[in-house]
């Protein structure tokens, strides 16, 4: 048997819970799903499931090659449907992962319109801050803020963006506005962390060059969405993305400090911090990846 169909039989005993649920759905007896399932397991020298007399499940090295073989047979229906020039209804799944605020306001409403139009597509929606394994999470698509370090994924532009510094008016009512960069060390700062560490150190542009403000933390997150709420609560100042409070400052919830001057996070985000669309490394991306794409950016160019 070639590797394809035992890739095959493999995400047919995962998705069937045991040998022989999956050997009645292929026509196999179960001491055929056994030693094909043995071969499967001395080619690779790698224990992919843990057998009982009734069930199976995966090992940690069965789920990672579970999700590779996914992949790959989505890939091969996209290569027999090119071949035969078919163009039936995008299907399969679609996971997708984005930072929380970002994620939460234009990728989850696009998603839900995307499966609207395509029903038989079932989409995944991953929101963390923090930078997942694409290839160890099975994920088709990341979307990331930040300008990215070179790597072998591969990436491609959604929006420009750019680091903004903001707070409520009513905070600002209350305890003033600051003249200069560095008095923000005088104000209540919200501070995200991220990796364990807060990032208290914005950057900003002077007239001999870049400086650095240490902010006190008033109060710290690892979700940037929550960062944002206690912003338009009136809790303090905090650096963000431009798209995740541009409605905010666009409706008055939030306000705009030294817009000209700020660089950001990292003395790299001077000029722009771009937001990215990424994907494993590799070339060919399955349909509903390669829709959703189009869809996203045409998505965001109406907002």
Not at 71 to 91: F, G, I, M, P
Not at 153 to 177: D, F
Not at 207 to 214: D, K, L
Not at 227 to 248: E, F, P, Y
């Amino acid at each position: 048997m070639s590797k394809i169909d035992d890739m095959a039989l493999f995400v047919q005993v995962a998705k069937s819970g045991g040998l022989a649920a999956a050997g009645r759905k292929l026509g196999l007896s179960p001491a055929s799903m056994t030693a094909r399932m043995n071969q499967i397991e001395q080619r690779y020298q790698t224990r992919l499931l843990n057998r009982n007399t009734r069930q199976v499940s995966l090992t940690d090295a069965g789920q990672r090659f579970y999700q590779g073989c996914l992949r790959v047979l989505d890939e091969v229906a996209v290569a027999e449907a090119t071949l035969s020039q078919q163009e039936a209804a995008l299907s399969g799944t679609l996971r997708v992962t984005a930072p929380s605020d970002f994620g939460r306001q234009y990728v989850a409403p696009a998603l839900a319109a995307f499966a609207r139009e395509h029903p038989d597509v079932m989409p995944h929606l991953n929101l963390t801050d923090g930078n997942l394994k694409l290839v160890d999470e099975g994920i088709d698509l990341a979307i990331r803020l930040g300008n990215l370090p070179d790597s072998t994924l591969v990436a491609r532009p959604l929006v420009q963006n750019r680091r903004v510094l903001c707070s409520s008016p009513a905070y600002l009512e209350k305890a003033g506005t600051p003249d200069t960069p560095a008095e923000l060390a005088k104000h209540r700062c919200l501070v995200m962390e991220w990796g364990g560490l807060a990032m208290d150190e914005w950057y900003f542009t002077t007239e001999s060059g870049q400086s650095a403000v240490r902010v006190r933390a008033a109060m710290t997150s690892t979700d940037g969405a929550m960062i944002r709420q206690w912003a338009v609560d009136g809790c303090g100042i905090a650096m963000k993305s431009w798209w995740d409070v541009r409605q905010d400052v666009l409706d008055g919830r939030l306000m705009l400090l030294f817009d000209d001057q700020v660089i950001g996070l990292n003395r790299s985000d001077a000029g722009s911090v771009g937001i990215h669309l990424v994907y494993p490394g590799r070339k060919f991306q399955p349909r509903p990846v390669q829709a959703f794409t189009t869809f996203l950016l045409e998505w965001m160019e109406t907002l």
